[in-house]
């Protein structure tokens, strides 16, 4: 079954990190995007080879920021065959009022960006929630009878230590939502956090203690019962994410809006990353997309980027001989580094690995 992803680039406030398109004081836009992301999905009705679109996912930007008619025209975009319907929140747009309309348009899973429970790391990042909005927001959402939650953290701040880490794990574990990600603050290019680094404002934190507290996590959320099923995300056991596990295992998805990706084992297409753009070209009837048709040796080097970050790993039986063969031969560094292992068929990383995936992949990617 295929994935549809809905993009979301309405943001209250910029947090200084994110790369991801997103805009801020466009609500005015809000009623003439919505309308935009129907006449998109409409227009491309036949750009999936699978028709049965089984998850559904509102991301963002900020989801949760638009008003209860709005996200009502969202839903009546997702099919009944649905099974796994996702929509992004942040934790102070969490109140009884948004998780009855939640409940009420069939969302039945919440992926919230809780980042950290401590308030001077929040502040940095300039996230507009506190800690304590965290932990209110799973307890309104349980309230409302919400029974698969995810949690976003981020660890790797500047100064931060593994003690103060394993604190943040600590308060995550205690919420006991069914899911959790973690990923390693990233310095992406042209954001504030790049330029506070690149100015000494900050200092970015070394990679020992980084490895270290990637081992932290997967210790502590494996003994909790978590299963660790891909590089950053761990969950309850039944409960790993239907709809990014697609991005992973080569299964259609189409997005739409501004900057949404879209892939169908025959193409890869991405809309333009300009709101207004988007939609005045959506009105005009055309979708403002790039498109990459894919060849062989491209599905093998994207099949390398995602199926090696599950737990699953690559299937080696899949492969067409020349690339079997190709990824056997350039393994062989990474698996005496202890970085890479081969076990029944399956090419999978290490823990080990898991922490430097890009310089191991780098080394199976077809030049």
């Avoid at 009855?100 to 919440?110: A, E, H, S, W």
């Avoid at 270290?212 to 909790?224: C, F, G, P, R």
Wanted: charged share 25%; aromatic share 8%; hydrophobic share 35%.
């Amino acid at each position: 079954m295929a994935g549809l992803y809905i993009h979301i680039p309405f943001c209250k406030s910029r947090c200084i990190y994110c790369d991801f398109y997103s805009t801020t004081g466009n609500e005015s836009l809000h009623d003439r995007y919505t309308e935009a992301l129907r006449k998109e999905l409409e227009m491309r009705k036949d750009f999936l080879h699978d028709d049965v679109i089984g998850t559904a996912y509102i991301g963002g930007g900020t989801p949760s920021t638009l008003s209860p008619h709005h996200l009502m025209q969202l839903a009546a975009l997702v099919p009944p065959t649905v099974r796994e319907f996702t929509v992004e929140c942040n934790p102070d747009d969490v109140t009884s009022d948004m998780a009855r309309t939640l409940q009420d348009i069939g969302v039945n899973r919440i992926s919230m960006g809780a980042q950290t429970f401590s308030d001077a790391r929040l502040s940095m990042l300039k996230r507009r929630h506190n800690s304590q909005q965290i932990r209110d927001a799973v307890r309104i959402l349980r309230q409302h009878g919400f029974t698969n939650i995810s949690i976003d953290l981020i660890y790797g701040f500047p100064g931060e230590t593994v003690e103060e880490w394993e604190h943040d794990i600590d308060e995550a574990l205690a919420l006991n939502t069914e899911h959790l990600s973690a990923y390693s603050l990233m310095y992406e290019e042209g954001t504030q956090l790049t330029r506070m680094a690149n100015s000494g404002e900050i200092v970015r934190l070394d990679d020992d203690t980084c490895c270290k507290m990637y081992d932290t996590l997967v210790n502590k959320l494996t003994i909790a019962g978590y299963e660790h099923y891909e590089i950053s995300n761990f969950a309850r056991p039944g409960y790993h994410s239907q709809h990014n596990s697609s991005y992973w295992n080569g299964t259609e998805y189409i997005g739409i809006g501004a900057a949404a990706h879209s892939y169908n084992t025959v193409s890869r297409q991405w809309n333009v990353n300009d709101v207004r753009q988007y939609i005045e070209s959506i009105e005009r009837g055309v979708v403002p997309m790039e498109r990459e048709l894919l060849d062989d040796i491209t599905r093998y080097n994207d099949m390398v980027t995602t199926a090696l970050r599950t737990a699953v790993g690559i299937d080696l039986d899949t492969l067409e001989p020349r690339f079997r063969d190709y990824a056997i031969a350039n393994a062989r560094r990474n698996i005496s580094a202890g970085l890479l292992q081969i076990t029944d068929r399956h090419m999978r990383l290490t823990r080990k690995g898991m922490f430097v995936n890009n310089e191991v992949m780098s080394d199976l990617i077809w030049a």
